[in-house]
């Protein structure tokens, strides 16, 4: 299958399980820009919320190898992010495109580019944008079942240095203990909504994309965090805390100005039980 630029994925019902039995269940809405892609993502999700039958899977990213470097580095002129990056920092896939056309060493640069752009996506490498559907479909990136996943992802991830000044760049950390739900809540009201979590610079943190698994003490289970712009969930995942392992906290946000200093000693001074 061949994907279009700034793909979404959404399942019209539920029962559309596997990628092979099930093609004609899933759809694609494909945006030109980040706006619509948010706009739409938040659609889906905030209607699966409501108990509709289509929920989004997850958001896909085509990047052109040829000119993707030239465009994640643009700067513009009223200082604001530019498109593709935004595009890049929302994915939960990371399609690299037209890799014939880009020489190894240019390719080396791009993909250490958008990894400190988003450390968490999945960047898959194609030619013709030629994809097996098994690696596109059933991403489960918003809903309980990530949990799984993420869990290991997070391992990996690690906060990346910005490719330009004031660029959006991945930042993660952990903190062990129980995080107390409402401090939680303002925690992230504070960073999405209110705006009002600061860099030590003095500049405001602007997220894009949130993700985590925290623990709330009351749950047997892994709690995941998941936020886009200024929507956010909280959801009990499958995954149990094991008896013989220490509960633990960890975050990882995509954004610009981000902090980690700044958001680790926030969260382990006003979300953490004492
Ligand atoms: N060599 C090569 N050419 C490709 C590949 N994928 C697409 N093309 C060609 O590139 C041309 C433009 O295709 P796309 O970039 O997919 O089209 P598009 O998304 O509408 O173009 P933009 O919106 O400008 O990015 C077409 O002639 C395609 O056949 C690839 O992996 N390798």
Redesign the pocket.
């Given at each position: 299958m061949s994907l279009?630029?700034g793909a979404l994925w959404r399942r019209p019902w539920p029962s559309a399980r596997t990628a092979s039995s099930t093609r004609s269940g899933w759809s694609c809405v494909t945006a030109a820009s980040a706006a619509p892609s948010r706009a739409v993502a938040s659609m889906f999700w905030v209607d699966a919320e409501l108990g509709s039958d289509i929920y989004l899977d997850g958001i896909v990213s085509v990047v052109?190898s040829k000119y993707g470097l030239k465009h994640l580095t643009e700067e513009r002129a009223d200082g604001a992010v530019n498109e593709a990056t935004r595009q890049v920092a929302l994915a939960d896939l990371i399609i690299l495109?037209?890799?014939?056309?880009a020489l190894e060493e240019d390719l080396n640069r791009l993909r250490m580019t958008i990894r400190s752009i988003n450390g968490l996506g999945r960047i898959l490498e194609?030619?013709?944008?030629r994809v097996d559907l098994r690696a596109v479909l059933d991403l489960h990136a918003f809903d309980a079942l990530s949990g799984i996943s993420l869990q290991n992802k997070m391992l990996r991830v690690a906060t990346a240095q910005p490719h330009l000044d004031h660029s959006i760049v991945t930042v993660t950390f952990e903190v062990p203990g129980n995080a107390q739900e409402e401090s939680l809540n303002v925690f992230i009201q504070n960073l999405l909504w209110e705006k009002t979590v600061r860099s030590k610079a003095g500049q405001c943190m602007e997220v894009i994309r949130l993700k985590g698994l925290v623990s709330l003490r009351d749950k047997p289970h892994q709690v995941i965090v998941q936020g886009v712009h200024e929507l956010y969930d909280l959801e009990e995942t499958p995954v149990s805390w094991a008896s013989n392992s220490a509960r633990t906290n960890r975050l990882v946000f995509i954004g610009r100005n981000l902090d980690k200093e700044v958001l680790q000693q926030l969260f382990a001074t006003t979300v953490l039980e004492a």
């Open positions: 279009g630029k052109d495109n037209k890799t014939d056309l194609t030619q013709r944008s």
